[in-house]
């Protein structure tokens, strides 16, 4: 059966994508259209916050820490890091005050950048459409942060016409897995628009609770949530869904 995943394509590396693999291991063949654009921004003063001087005081010394909760914050960190200068300043006055701190991560995925960029490490570098749960948690819990928007989420300029080329030539999919809330925005009413009335013979998915409650929101029946935001969990999932 097919399987239409709305999602970015695999961060780095070779190979099939893992959700790719995953359900191809347990037979069926799927699809990955991507859901989001990047547009990096605020560079300079992330630069400035990671690496800078300020007052005779590195900036590591006023921060407790950092908090990456998406793969893409973390590439803004490494772009700072990039030209010869500051992997340079990095290298000789500052990883080690940094390395010194906590790093915390929300996924796996994100965790793996996190040890490609050097950082073990509360600096806060987030997306445009970052959700309040974390920081407002940390509040409660008398933890101050320091967030900076690094990156803004936009559909991704390609959407509407690549869904529209998947369903004209491979037909209305058996089971559509959103990867996001803004996935759910962006995707469903070209979803529905495309299936008519094979709507509700599609089995979706969702990546985890945060992306089913939006779904839901939306009116969907969610078929399988992933126990964990793996590839080998939401295949399961789906799989079992398809049976």
Known sequence: ?????????????????PYIKELASRG?????????????VSLNTLSDKLLSLLLQLFQPEQHGGLIFTSPRAV????????DDERTEQWNMDIKDKWNAKSIYVVGKATAALGEDANILPLLFPCGSIKREVLPSALRENGVPLDTLMVYQTAQHPDLEKNLEKHFTEQGVPASVAFFSPSGVSFCLETVRRLSGEQLMQIKFAAIGPTTAEAMTAEGLSVSCSADKPTAEHLATGIAKALQ
Request: charged share 25%.
């Open 28 to 40: 069926h063949k799927a699809t990955l259209i991507p859901v989001l654009s990047f547009t990096f």
């Open 1 to 17: 059966m097919h399987v239409l995943l709305l999602k970015e394509p695999r961060e780095g590396g070779s190979g099939p994508d």
């Open 75 to 82: 590439e803004a960190v490494k772009m700072c890091l990039e």
